[in-house]
């Protein structure tokens, strides 16, 4: 059993960005109300959405544009009743009967307010403590649905993504779909029951958040599947995408390929297409693996086919850790750092093992002395799958996986002649 490390772990422990952050960042880039409208109703919503039913339904006024998130609640029969909204603008807005009672938050907001004080002033003047307990069907998964959406919408300033939804909500029924894009993207619909529709099949992002994958991760497999696709006039020219690869999988081959005997970078290119990692990655993103389980499992069969392409093509001393190797090179190069590193998979995907890397851990005492000597003793050209499973299982034990797999380069410092 691996020891544990209590300074590294907190040091490397997650530190996914909560939508106050989100908005923090966001207020100091772009400075008006998209934000903190968004900001605001998503907080407000998951609190609420279970306790009094609270819906929030992100809405466009026919010739005004975006107007806010509309917030409903169940009466006493179980029917909506609109509450207020969140303005476009970021204000909150109590509704009774043809008066609207507005609490000015925006300027506050551009004083330096903190996020913290405004949310609560909202919750106060929407009086929503003093609805009804009525629980709406799939509260839960609504305010999940609500929050993926406000973290897309926390990335961008207005023009940069699309979202809305085209109904209130219905008697008796979860919250209406909201609909998603982004320019030169697909449409996407999140229903009330937090299934996302459009991306070729159904993703039931409920169902992966009960499993583990965080609100954050969902987001991110949401915003990969926006992205613009490619289309069929670049069927058989030499797009970017085929440069990409070249690319990754040369640097993938120069890596795992120094001192064995028969590892030319065709044979290493030929292996890396014979594991379907390569097709894998062009398909779309909600396929990926998207944890460290679905990952482990991935990665064990690319390697092993890898590892079978090599010893067909006469590199007999390829090994298991070779070719976890091209594997992790190929993914650092392509996805984490070639501009997907916000999705799922870049956060789980095991970092390039070398002797650098374990060399430079080892004499780090900030860690177990037992693992450190288990790092120091490991030659990466040799290992086999149970003993790579160790080390990478070492690696996460003392909270290097965290935050993010690949940060467990910072002591690989890239300057040494070998690996």
């Not at 973290?151 to 699309?162: E, I, N, W, Y």
């Not at 599947?225 to 006039?233: C, E, K, S």
């Not at 790579?388 to 040494?416: K, M, N, P």
Request: glycine share 10%; with cysteine; net charge neutral.
């Amino acid at each position: 059993m691996v020891g544990q490390c209590s300074k590294p772990r907190r040091r490397y422990a997650a530190r996914l960005m909560d939508l106050t952050s989100l908005y923090d960042d966001w207020r100091a880039r772009y400075g008006h109300g998209w934000g903190l409208s968004w900001y605001l109703a998503a907080e407000i919503v998951r609190r609420y959405s279970g306790r009094v039913g609270l819906v929030g339904v992100p809405f466009e006024h026919e010739g005004v544009g975006w107007y806010g998130v509309l917030l409903f609640v169940p009466d006493l029969r179980g029917e909506p009743r609109p509450l207020g909204r969140i303005t476009a603008a970021g204000d909150a807005e109590r509704w009774e009967g043809a008066e609207h009672h507005r609490l000015a938050l925006t300027e506050r907001a551009e004083r330096g307010e903190p996020p913290s004080t405004l949310l609560a002033a909202a919750i106060a003047h929407l009086e929503v403590e003093r609805a009804p307990n009525m629980r709406a069907p799939r509260a839960g998964a609504h305010a999940i649905g609500l929050e993926v959406c406000a973290r897309l919408a926390l990335r961008v300033d207005t023009a940069g993504v699309f979202i809305r939804a085209d109904e209130p909500p219905r008697p008796g029924e979860a919250a209406p779909d909201i609909v998603l894009a982004a320019p030169g993207g697909p449409t996407l619909r999140i229903g009330g029951d937090a299934r996302l529709h459009g991306a070729g099949e159904i993703i039931d992002l409920l169902a992966r958040w009960r499993t583990g994958a965080g609100v954050a991760d969902l987001a991110e497999l949401v915003a990969g599947l926006m992205q613009p696709v490619t289309v069929g006039a670049d069927a058989g020219r030499y797009t970017l995408d085929k440069h990409r690869h070249r690319y990754a999988a040369w640097c993938a081959a120069r890596a795992a390929g120094r001192g064995l005997s028969g590892g030319n970078n065709g044979a290493f290119r030929v292996a890396l297409d014979a594991s379907d990692l390569p097709e894998l990655l062009r398909g779309p993103a909600d396929r990926w693996p998207s944890n460290a389980a679905e990952f482990d499992r991935a990665h064990r069969a690319w390697c092993g086919a890898i590892v079978s392409s090599l010893h067909a093509s006469g590199a007999d001393d390829a090994t298991f850790g070779r070719a976890a190797k091209v594997v992790a090179i190929y993914l650092k190069t392509l996805i984490v750092c070639g501009g997907r590193e916000r999705t799922p998979l870049a956060r789980v995907a095991h970092p390039p093992i070398d002797r650098v890397l374990l060399g430079r851990l080892a004499r780090d005492k900030r860690f177990p002395a037992e693992v450190r000597a288990m790092w120091d003793r490991t030659n990466w050209t040799t290992l086999g799958v149970d003993a790579y499973d160790e080390v990478i299982a070492s690696l996460r034990a003392v909270g290097l996986a965290a935050d993010g797999f690949w940060r467990a380069e910072e002591w690989w410092t890239g300057d040494q002649d070998r690996a």
